[in-house]
């Protein structure tokens, strides 16, 4: 029961029912904007333009009698009207747009300008014409009230320069900015000088512009403004390049170190970015004896200047130092790195974990400002590393390295993040440094820090485990133990949140993980999490992150009865599985499989469970595997696996003639006929699909190296059985080769192809020959499941889903050929026929 309303809740005074009603005329108010939108049945009328009006009639009546959103509809179509119709336009709707635009507001004139830029990037029509039509037009907006539309125009402006003739210049632009540029005239029109000179210059040979632009670029320099003074001063830099080492040096170095004294901060910032900007044009004598001293000078007085210079300094900081690096004494050097390391830890000091509520303004700001310092410093680290040398990082930058990896800021972890991969390359085989630093961003609680710190991780993790030099020894990374927590924390971190595209990037980079940490390490902290997001997710991409990453723990596995396991689970829980979704996301699985594994592996585990789906009950799923079909069908080899086509055509046939989706059917009759269209491979190499064939074989290689490394293993564990330690690291050896050939294979011909994408199946899914070996040793991969060698562990020791009690379908390819004793220990049985039953499978 709820409590009776007090008596103030029931107050029904004047003065109460006064408060009504003004709140019922706020609301009131509030609608009379929505009632004044709607269009009167005039308006409306006036807005009607007759159909039968081509473009052109169009364009110009509604420009000349039309509402300015019509009007501005026009302009935005110009350069559709100019592709169509370019004569017609420039005689009849381009004098009309010039007339308009006289008394065009923000939005036309903004229009306007986007427009006549994309006339000229089209080239529409020839330099010659455009500079005829639309260049006055151009010109006499420059200067409009507006900045915003000045700008606009002025942008337009300086792409248009980069096209024109230099006669035109000269005449159009260069002689009317003599005037422009004097004092006489507006700021506005003296700052869209200085843009206008710069542009300019890069224009006209030396002579002409020490003659004529020169003088108008110092009159600019000493402007009674600031901001001319300071746009001036920006466009130096451009002049330089365009003038030449010895004119710099006698005209635009003595300016720029007379606005680097200059009263306003502003042009004091400009003319320093502007120096460090320039270094490279300077020789030796001009670093050390003049840019040198103002730089120093800088430094000195950064601490008491505005805050701005010094975020320019810091984020410049690196360059300098590079710059500059050839003329330092080491007392210099030195003093520079203390410079550094101090702007690294700037306003650390005052951190006293107040509220940003109780906290003045002024106060507030400048904590920003040195965030952002030290942020830049965090941007600059690489550069200071090679400044004081690789070798004396230690000694040098360690600490600066931990301040900056600790940060209380997101942005300047989240920088530091970003270069962990520069540092890690420079430090080379003194990675090992900063392990502990990796974990601690790993662990980093703002997602953006881990987002930045994985777009590289693959890399880290590799140079880390090979101790920073390429070797062709295995080497794991057994000296970080904290790295395996770090990683599962980072993935359960991103799977709580709702950032979903950083979970799924994170997965994709787990894929890396077989070339950093052990099999066994993977079986047991990363496989099974894999198969619970494929399973539990709700997103889709992370789901395939999940399958593809679970492939590729899958396809590096090192022991048999694990590799027997996981693809027991995949049938059983995925492919067999009661949710649709599940079985969807075995497909997309299947998918993943012949990407990664050769045909052999596929036909022989995974062949019999995909087609089995063509009895699926639920649409979605035999809409998926029709799809999914020219690729299987790509695994197949004449006359090898006859007896699979037999199979497969059957299924087909049966979906063709028992189908009642009509949507399923509709797919089903394209995939027929694709399916007909394609070329069987042969078991000989044929020249059309060489290059696959080879990566086939290559695959089929390294998955018999697989074998026959565990058996290696095995004999090494054994008491009594010594193992020749040269053939176990020549195995090694192999696998590498195999996976260099493999990888420079796929980067050629693009092997990775697009999820469902019917389009390109015919070109993508193009067949590999089965290459058997000389030695017959090729076809020993192809190990029978039910075999009991491998039957090792006790059935009550191993999850419900792995119990080997039900044997797994498998399809033999080879009857005739002996399997090594070394990987198997037995013959494989004779194929058998595919049992195609109905399951009962609830969506």
């Not at 005239?185 to 512009?209: E, M, P, W, Y």
């Not at 670093?287 to 730089?295: A, D, M, N």
């Not at 004793?821 to 494989?828: A, I, L, M, N, R």
Request: aromatic share 8%; glycine share 4%; with cysteine.
């Amino acid at each position: 029961m709820h409590p009776p309303p007090s008596a103030a809740a029931m107050d029904f005074s004047q003065n109460s029912l006064f408060g009504y009603t003004e709140d019922l005329q706020e609301l009131t108010i509030i609608e009379r904007p929505v009632r004044r939108s709607l269009k009167t049945p005039e308006e409306i009328e006036r807005l009607t333009v007759d159909e039968d009006l081509g473009d052109i009639e169009r364009a110009v009546y509604l420009l000349s009698a039309g509402q300015d959103i019509q009007g501005t509809s026009v302009i935005a179509n110009l350069p559709f009207l100019m592709r169509q119709n370019p004569a017609e336009t420039l005689r009849r709707v381009l004098p009309k747009v010039r007339e308009v635009l006289h008394v065009a507001g923000v939005e036309m004139q903004l229009t306007a300008a986007v427009s006549f830029l994309t006339i000229l990037q089209e080239e529409s029509v020839s330099v010659h014409t455009y500079a005829h039509s639309f260049l006055q037009t151009i010109l006499l907006h420059l200067e409009h009230r507006d900045a915003g539309v000045s700008n606009a125009w002025l942008e337009t402006l300086l792409s248009v320069i980069e096209v024109l003739p230099k006669d035109t210049l000269r005449h159009e632009i260069l002689n009317p900015l003599v005037s422009k540029a004097q004092l006489s005239q507006t700021v506005q029109s003296r700052l869209v000088s200085c843009k206008i000179l710069g542009k300019l210059t890069n224009k006209f040979d030396a002579h002409t512009i020490k003659r004529e632009i020169l003088p108008l670029v110092k009159s600019l320099c000493q402007d009674v403004e600031y901001e001319v003074r300071s746009c001036m001063c920006r466009q130096l830099e451009n002049i330089a390049q365009g003038i030449g080492t010895d004119l710099t040096k006698s005209v635009v170095l003595p300016e720029l170190m007379e606005l680097s004294r200059d009263e306003g901060c502003s042009v004091r910032l400009a003319a320093f970015e502007t120096v460090v900007n320039l270094l490279d044009v300077f020789d030796t004598d001009d670093r050390s004896q003049t840019i040198l001293p103002l730089v120093k000078s800088f430094c000195e007085k950064s601490f008491k200047a505005d805050e701005s210079i010094l975020i320019s300094l810091s984020f410049h900081l690196g360059k300098l130092c590079h710059g500059l690096y050839g003329i330092f004494t080491p007392d210099q050097h030195l003093r520079f790195l203390e410079f550094y390391k101090k702007l690294c830890t700037l306003g650390l000091q005052q951190e006293n974990g107040h509220n940003e509520n109780q906290v003045p303004p002024q106060l507030l700001e400048q904590e920003k400002k040195y965030i952002s310092v030290r942020k830049n410093c965090a941007y600059n680290l690489p550069a200071m590393i090679v400044f004081v040398d690789p070798k004396n990082f230690q000694l040098e930058l360690y600490s600066t390295f931990f301040c900056l990896c600790h940060d209380p800021e997101v942005p300047v972890r989240y920088t530091i993040a970003i270069c962990f991969y520069e540092v890690s390359k420079l430090l080379n085989s003194g990675v090992y440094l900063i392990h502990k630093e990796l974990i601690t961003l790993l662990q980093d609680e703002s997602l953006e820090v881990l987002d930045a710190l994985i777009d590289h991780l693959p890399e880290i993790l590799e140079l880390m485990s090979t101790g920073g030099e390429s070797s062709i020894q295995e080497s794991k990374l057994p000296s970080l133990p904290d790295l395996i927590p770090a990683l599962t924390a980072a993935e359960q971190r991103a799977a709580a949140s709702l950032k979903w595209r950083i979970h799924e990037k994170l997965l994709q980079k787990y894929a890396c993980l077989p070339h950093v940490i052990s099999s066994d390490q993977i079986y047991y902290r990363f496989l099974q999490r894999m198969f619970t997001i494929m399973m539990t997710n709700k997103v889709l991409p992370v789901q395939k992150a999940a399958s593809r990453t679970l492939c590729i723990f899958l396809r590096y596995n090192r022991k048999q009865e694990q590799r027997l396991e996981v693809i027991q689970k995949l049938i059983e829980q995925l492919g067999q599985g009661k949710s649709y979704w599940n079985r969807l996301r075995f497909l997309d699985t299947c998918e993943f499989i012949i990407e990664l594994f050769s045909k052999s592996f596929f036909c022989k585990y995974f062949f019999l469970p995909v087609i089995e789906l063509t009895h699926d009950p639920v649409a979605n799923v035999r809409m998926k595997l029709c799809y999914l079909l020219p690729k299987v069908k790509s695994t197949l080899k004449i006359p090898e696996d006859k007896h699979l086509l037999q199979q497969l055509e059957m299924c087909v046939r049966k979906l063709l003639c028992q189908e009642k989706d009509k949507d399923v059917l509709a797919i089903v009759k394209r995939t027929v006929l694709e399916l007909d269209r394609m070329e069987m491979s042969m078991d000989a190499f044929q020249n059309k699909f060489y290059e696959k064939d080879l990566l086939d074989q290559e695959k089929e290689r390294e998955e018999l190296l697989l074998l026959e490394m565990e058996q290696l293993e095995k004999e090494k564990q054994q008491d009594g059985r010594p193992v020749n330690e040269k053939t176990f690291e020549k195995k090694r050896k192999e696998i590498k080769k195999s996976k260099l050939i493999r990888s420079q294979s796929i980067n050629n011909h693009a092997f990775h192809t697009k999820y469902g994408n019917l389009d390109k199946c015919s070109s993508k899914t193009s067949t590999v020959a089965y290459i058997p070996s000389a030695s017959g040793l090729a076809k020993t991969s192809t190990i029978s499941l039910t075999d009991d060698s491998f039957r090792t562990r006790n059935a009550s020791s191993l999850p419900p889903s792995f119990s080997p009690s039900t044997p797994l379908p498998s399809t033999s390819r080879g009857t005739a050929h002996p399997v090594d004793p070394k990987s198997s220990g037995g013959k494989e049985p004779p194929p058998r026929k595919a049992t195609l039953k109905s399951r009962k499978s609830n969506p």
